[in-house]
């Protein structure tokens, strides 16, 4: 191989790109204004905000329990009665249970054995509504993101959506989910072109009011000089990026630069990611965690105006060990269920998305956000996975067959559950969807009826050529 196709080959130009903290804001592969693709509709919900459970949610533990059912089935827990008649959620969701009534409970999601049962496969199909092609069975957890993908939810409403003045469309915190070992797909724009990936956020566990977006501090002060400098280092890379330029037909990049550079150094920009301008009352109600910071985060980036924003449950692999928790604080509860659920994540959780539902409502904005819960996967409702000790180490395996997902405002109507699964919560029996369904569920919300795009040849194509919205829900 001649040495510059070497280089080439050497630079991951989708990492080169964040690193440098510009291809969120550039001209990269389709233009929506220059396709027409742009689509209002009639929807009501101006932002969508995803909370995504990370590791796949008992949906059997929290959702969906069956009181009835085998004690092997059932599992520790008990059903509490809700703000909403008909709507039962888990014990251990007590602040939760008195904002159901904005709840519409989906009860009967399932991947209808177009799954792998693993988490790429997972994520693909929760996040872009189309089923996992067969290289995620050939390589699970090692199937890296492609080019060819299609496209992340967020990055469609993005790419339909009329561009907000002055921040990113679409804005995921407070981590790159997987990164950098097993970075899932489905959470990137794909084909669509970089101009639609998400711009990340980052927060640490133990600074989880500080938020970071490539290398450059968002709380505080951040000086002309400092970007300038950065500017300087980014002109010594020009070798590199000429390379990027020739293998990924990047032809805008100074473009990218430029706007980059301006979105850094505004002072609207700089307003709507300073967190410390909240009520410290406030802040103690959503819980100081970085995923309760991550969704008071995303409630100001709803009243800036971000069509979508995207939160990524956060483990804290620390508190989880103390616990003796076996799924690192995240949702992948393979081992110790039921003590995982109780003391790490359902208290975390109870608190932090009830608060986001109370504050919107309280600031009138839930009617125009829709907010989504969602998780790559059910647990297998019989207890006892193989691989963490059988029925004794009292763990959920993976389970795709079923799973729940929640909306709230946007035009949902709340109180309310939608399909049922059987005696066990293994199958879905009545209403069933899948994730097309759900991401077409979104794209209505949104009023983006036209899913129409082009390819870089100008060829037409659909972004979703499956499901249909469940209009039941509105």
């Known amino acids: ?250 032809g805008n990049y100074n473009l990218q630069q430029e706007k980059a550079f301006s979105l850094l150094c505004s002072p609207q920009t700089k307003a709507a990611f300073d967190i410390s301008k909240e009520p410290e009352a406030l802040k103690a109600r959503y819980g100081k965690t970085v995923n309760g910071m991550s969704l008071l985060m995303a409630r100001r980036l709803v009243e800036a105006g971000v069509p979508y924003i995207s939160v990524f449950w956060k483990g804290d692999p620390e508190k989880a060990k103390k616990k003796k928790c076996a799924s690192g604080g995240g949702w992948d509860t393979h081992g110790n269920n039921f003590q995982c659920l109780k003391e790490v994540l359902l208290p975390e959780f109870d608190q932090a998305f009830s608060a986001l539902l109370e504050d919107l409502s309280d600031k009138n904005l839930l009617s125009e956000t829709l907010v989504h819960i969602n998780s790559e996967m059910g647990r297998k409702p019989k207890v006892g996975d193989p691989r963490s000790g059988g029925a004794v180490g009292a763990g959920r395996d993976h389970w795709t067959h079923c799973q729940t997902v929640l909306f709230a405002g946007g035009g949902i109507q709340g109180g309310q559950t939608f399909g049922s699964t059987d005696k066990v919560a293994e199958y879905p029996a009545d209403q069933p969807v899948a994730p097309e369904d759900i991401a077409k569920t979104i794209y209505h919300a949104m009023g983006i009826d036209n899913l129409d795009a082009r390819d870089r040849d100008n060829r037409p194509f659909s972004l979703l050529d499956r499901g249909e919205p469940i209009t039941a829900l509105f």
Request: charged share 20%; hydrophobic share 35%.
């Open 1 to 250: 191989m001649p040495a510059e196709n070497h280089q080439l080959h050497s630079i991951n130009r989708r990492n080169f790109l964040s690193a440098t903290g510009a291809a969120a804001f550039g001209s990269v592969g389709l233009s929506a204004s220059t396709f027409g693709a742009n689509s209002t509709g009639n929807g009501k919900a101006k932002s969508t905000i995803l909370f995504f459970l990370s590791g796949g949610a008992s949906h059997i533990d929290m959702w969906d329990m069956k009181p009835n059912a085998p004690k092997e089935y059932r599992g520790e827990f008990s059903a509490i009665e809700t703000s909403a008649p008909g709507v039962r959620l888990c014990e251990h969701l007590p602040l939760l249970a008195k904002q159901a009534h904005h709840l519409a409970v989906i009860n009967s999601l399932g991947h209808y054995r177009r799954g792998t049962g693993d988490h790429h496969a997972g994520y693909y199909y929760n996040l872009t509504g189309h089923a996992p092609d067969p290289s995620f069975r050939q390589l699970l957890n090692n199937r890296k993101p492609r080019e060819t993908d299609w496209p992340f939810i967020g990055s469609v409403v993005a790419y339909k959506r009329k561009p907000h003045a002055y921040l990113p469309s679409l804005i995921t915190l407070p981590s790159k989910p997987g990164a950098p070992l097993h970075t899932r797909p489905g959470q990137f724009s794909a084909k669509l072109g970089l101009e639609y990936d998400p711009v990340y956020l980052y927060a640490e566990n133990d600074k989880p009011q500080s938020f970071t977006v490539p290398s450059l501090k968002l709380i505080g002060d951040i000086t002309v000089d400092r970007i300038n400098q950065r500017r300087d280092l980014l002109a010594s890379l020009d070798q590199d990026q000429r390379l990027i330029d020739r293998a990924a037909g990047v």
